[in-house]
C-alpha cells in the first residue's frame, strides 16, 4: 500500500526536525515499521503493508506536531514503543478531512472518550504521543456535526513560572508561534482555505 500526504503549510525547520540529520529518524521508522519512506520537500510517501504504511504516517504526522524543535531519537524510539501498542482499541471514530480517525492505543480511546464525556480534559504524556492532534480532531469532528458553534483556540505563552516579557506586533503575532501546532493539526484536519473561511465565519476564534 501507498500512502501520500502533504505537510500543510510548508514549515522547513519542521520539516528538517521530522527527517532528521541525514534523515536518521526517518531510517528508524523505516526499520521498526518495515516501511519505505520518500519524500521531496513537503510531499511524503510511505509504502508498505497497509497497517504498518498507517502507522507509519500516523507517527510523522505526530512528530510533525513536535517538530517546532529538534527530535531526539530517543523520542523518536519511544513513540515506535507506545505507538500502535492497541492497534484496534474501541473509541469514537472522528470524522475529519484526512478520512476517520479512530485511536491507535488503548490511552488514546481513553482520552477521547473523556474529550466527549467531560466540559474539561487534561491530557498527560510524552510528546509525540497525539495529545494536540487528537484533541483538535475531537474540536473538528464536533464543529463538523453540529455539536458545538465554534472552536476556541487557547494556549498558554510560557511554562509554569516563567515570565515572557515584552512581545512585539499585534496579538495574533504574540501568541501565533504559541499556537502554531493548533494551527498544523488543523491545516491537516480541515484543509488550508477551509480554515481561514471558519475565521472569517467566526467558527475559529483565538483566545489567548
Not at 1 to 13: E, K
Not at 17 to 23: I, K
Not at 150 to 179: H, W
Amino acid at each position: 500500500m501507498i500512502l501520500r500526504h502533504i505537510f500543510s503549510p510548508p514549515n522547513n525547520t519542521r520539516l528538517s526536525h521530522l527527517c532528521g540529520p541525514t534523515d536518521e529518524h526517518l531510517r528508524t521508522i523505516e526499520m521498526a515499521l518495515e516501511v519505505r519512506i520518500a519524500h521531496r520537500h513537503e510531499q511524503f510517501k510511505v509504502e508498505g503493508p497497509k497497517a504498518k504504511a498507517q502507522r507509519a504516517m500516523d507517527m510523522l504526522q505526530a512528530m510533525y506536531e513536535i517538530a517546532a524543535r529538534p527530535i531526539q531519537p530517543s523520542t523518536v524510539q519511544l513513540m515506535l514503543s507506545g505507538d500502535g501498542s492497541a492497534d484496534g482499541a474501541d473509541g469514537p471514530t472522528l470524522a475529519t478531512r484526512r478520512a476517520d480517525l479512530k485511536p491507535r492505543t488503548q490511552n488514546q480511546a481513553v482520552y477521547l472518550d473523556n474529550i466527549a464525556e467531560f466540559d474539561i480534559t487534561f491530557g498527560i504524556g510524552p510528546a509525540g504521543t497525539g495529545k494536540t492532534y487528537l484533541a483538535v480532531a475531537a474540536a473538528v469532528d464536533a464543529l463538523q456535526r453540529s455539536a458545538v458553534q465554534r472552536i476556541v483556540l487557547t494556549r498558554p505563552a510560557v511554562e509554569a513560572g516563567e515570565r515572557l516579557g515584552f512581545l512585539p506586533g499585534d496579538l495574533n503575532q504574540k501568541v501565533d508561534p504559541y499556537l502554531r501546532p493548533l494551527y498544523d493539526a488543523l491545516y491537516d484536519l480541515m484543509g488550508y482555505d477551509q480554515v481561514l473561511k471558519e475565521f472569517e465565519r467566526q467558527q475559529l476564534e483565538i483566545a489567548p
